[in-house]
């Protein structure tokens, strides 16, 4: 483990971080299990989950992370996947996230399409890729016998399209107190980080008019 003084600077934090050995095993790993981590993007891709149906890919995730020996592996009452990797003093608890559903409908051909090296589908990015590499994270975190402080929460998560409106991550933050920090992999956006939130605002609107006929009276 890392311990770190009070006085610190973040780029001296992360140059100490990147330098412990355990850390380079793991991200060498990651480079490693890159074709895996297709294999596993493609398999969820070709699973339909639109908003509000994410159960069959909420199944698979869920088996996924008990193959790899994760602790406490559950679907909750949203339908959110989760599951955690314990530190040596469970807290402070990490949660790292990224979201089962897809903008497309169910009668929406899924199937991945490959050429030139090069992933189509719908959903492919949006946020299949965040979910297999939430994966390959739980591999290289375990294969480089990496040990954290507090516990990850890892978590695949409902409703974050659209009319979703992020209920599963709310869910999530609603019923548990006890989360320090979050972060979400979304997309394919390689090297961009977002720090705190982009804001969201729902709005529901309703229009009053005259009834009538939809033709005559439009």
């Given at each position: ?8 600077n973040?780029?001296?934090v992360f ?7 355990p850390?380079?095993?793991a ?5 490693k299990?890159?074709?895996n981590?297709?294999?596993e ?15 069959n890919r909420?199944?698979l ?35 790292v996230s990224?979201h089962l ?6 009668d ?10 090069i ?7 949006d946020d ?14 375990k ?17 974050e399209?659209?009319?979703?409106d ?7 933050f ?7 920090g ?20 729902r ?12 033709l005559e009276?439009?």
């Amino acid at each position: 483990m890392i311990t770190m003084k009070n006085n610190y600077n973040l780029e001296s934090v992360f140059q100490k971080i990147i330098e412990y050995e355990p850390v380079k095993n793991a991200l060498d790993f990651l480079e490693k299990d890159n074709n895996n981590t297709n294999k596993e993007q493609v398999e969820l891709c070709e699973i339909a989950a639109p908003t509000f149906y994410e159960q069959n890919r909420a199944i698979l995730y869920e088996e996924k992370f008990k193959n790899l020996g994760l602790d406490d592996v559950y679907i909750d009452k949203m339908g959110n996947v989760l599951g955690t990797l314990n530190g040596a003093r469970n807290l402070p608890k990490l949660l790292v996230s990224a979201h089962l559903d897809t903008v497309f409908s169910k009668d929406i051909d899924v199937k991945v399409k490959i050429e030139d090296g090069i992933l189509y589908a719908p959903g492919i990015a949006d946020d299949t890729r965040g979910l297999a590499e939430i994966l390959t994270i739980i591999r290289a975190i375990k294969k480089s016998k990496l040990k954290t402080v507090g516990d990850i929460i890892f978590c695949g998560s409902v409703c974050e399209e659209g009319l979703g409106d992020l209920k599963g991550i709310k869910y999530i933050f609603e019923n548990n107190s006890n989360i320090n920090g979050f972060i979400t992999i979304d997309g394919c956006y390689v090297g961009d980080i977002l720090y705190l939130g982009t804001g969201s605002l729902r709005f529901k609107i309703t229009y009053k008019g005259e009834g009538g006929h939809s033709l005559e009276d439009f």
